[in-house]
């Protein structure tokens, strides 16, 4: 394989993009919390995973408090509402009580959400696949905490919702990570919206909170003409959870790391512990 080298986002490939998308849905999901006194249905984001052997939505843990409150959830699969009631669910992770230098967050903002073996099954009957930390968290041969390739941000942009064909939003982002910060046990990610430059993206990021954040390795061609992820499985990484969006001026995404989904959030998956 060739030395991996920095291309810019604008210059990578549609073909290659368009590849990597198609497997980030397989695990990303829209969700749709039951609309209160006449407003629209609320959007809010999460990936289906496995810890511990366990399936879950794994997403931020203020998306999971307004979850257990809401009357009913709705998971939008093959352009259709598959509906969960919250009583059925069982949250697993870290309650915040800290906080990030200069930013008003509370963190850790990180829930596994578990549901019944009859919903995996249904979901999964709709093509949609459980992405495994577990097989991942342990292989050796996976670079999980490395920062080469790009960054994909994935979510629902409330912004994006149309009322009128109640089309839910399904947005990825293909972006740069400015920074990873470790606040142990706990790691953070920046990403990078750049919103001046990109005008064809939301301003405002609500609904996106519990969305994943996804990092690519690729490999070309000796003439460094043609990109390729030669293994998806191995090549396609979950690495974050978002959960804030700063000011508007520089405005980036801040969501959980590697090292929170990887290393230390499986502690905190396990049978009689909530």
């Not at 998306?63 to 009357?71: F, G, K, L, N, T």
């Not at 099954?121 to 790009?150: M, W």
């Not at 979510?155 to 109640?166: I, T």
């Not at 405002?204 to 043609?226: A, E, H, K, N």
Request: hydrophobic content about 40%; charged content about 20%; overall charge negative.
């Amino acid at each position: 394989m060739p030395k991996w080298r920095e291309v810019p986002i604008r210059d990578l490939p549609s073909e290659l993009t368009a590849q990597v998308h198609q497997k980030i849905r397989f695990h990303s999901v829209a969700m749709l919390l039951a609309p209160v006194d006449g407003a629209d249905p609320l959007c809010c984001s999460g990936t289906l995973t496995q810890v511990n052997g366990m399936a879950a939505i794994l997403t931020a843990r203020h998306v999971w408090s307004r979850i257990e409150c809401a009357a009913s959830l709705a998971l939008v699969v093959g352009r259709q509402p598959y509906y969960i009631d919250p009583r059925v669910l069982r949250p697993f992770g870290p309650v915040g009580h800290d906080g990030l230098p200069d930013i008003d967050v509370t963190v850790p903002d990180l829930a596994f959400v578990r549901i019944p073996s009859p919903a995996r099954t249904d979901l999964e009957a709709y093509g949609k696949v459980f992405y495994s930390i577990d097989g991942r968290r342990n292989d050796p041969e996976l670079d999980l905490f490395g920062e080469t390739g790009f960054w994909i941000l994935a979510g629902s942009p409330q912004a994006l919702y149309d009322p009128q064909s109640g089309a839910t939003p399904s947005l990825l982002y293909d972006t740069t990570v400015e920074k990873r910060v470790e606040v142990s046990p706990w790691d953070y990610l920046f990403v990078d919206l750049n919103v001046p430059q990109n005008p064809e993206i939301p301003t405002t990021y609500q609904g996106v909170s519990g969305g994943g954040i996804w990092r690519v390795q690729f490999c070309l061609s000796p003439d460094q003409t043609m990109f390729a992820v030669t293994n998806p499985k191995r090549d396609i990484f979950l690495s974050g959870v978002a959960f804030y969006q700063t000011g508007i001026e520089g405005r980036q995404i801040i969501g959980h790391g590697p090292k929170s989904l990887y290393d230390t959030l499986p502690g905190y998956v396990i049978e009689g512990v909530t």
